[in-house]
């Protein structure tokens, strides 16, 4: 058993930089390619960016440039670094591990 924990996210204004954080338990995390996924109230989910197990990304066409995706499997944890946010931006960020399994969301919300 898996379990993805976020933390980081929060209240910002636009322009302005967030970082979130994924934790994941067990000993499966170096052998998966990760991923950030969003959800808007009202919306699908949707994907921002994935990451391999030896680091190679792919984002969403509306994060390049401004989110960047990182990885420190000694420390079991995948990064998003988020950038120039845009009020469309706000949703519920969610950590997942592309076996399966998926973190509870942290909301991100960016204020005009």
Not at 66 to 77: E, G, L
Not at 91 to 99: I, L
Not at 105 to 112: A, H, I, L, N, P
Request: glycine share 12%; hydrophobic share 30%; net charge positive.
């Amino acid at each position: 058993q898996v379990q993805l924990v976020e933390s980081g996210g929060g209240l910002v204004q636009a322009g302005g930089s967030l970082s979130v954080s994924c934790a994941a338990s067990g000993r499966t995390f170096r052998s998966y390619a990760m991923g950030w996924f969003r959800q808007a109230p009202g919306k699908e989910r949707e994907l921002v960016a994935l990451i391999t197990p030896r680091g190679s990304t792919n984002y969403a066409d509306y994060a390049k440039g401004r989110f960047t995706i990182s990885r420190d499997n000694a420390k079991n944890t995948v990064y998003l670094q988020m950038n120039s946010l845009k009020p469309e931006d706000t949703a519920v960020y969610y950590c997942n591990q592309r076996n399966g399994y998926w973190g509870r969301g942290t909301q991100v919300t960016v204020s005009s």
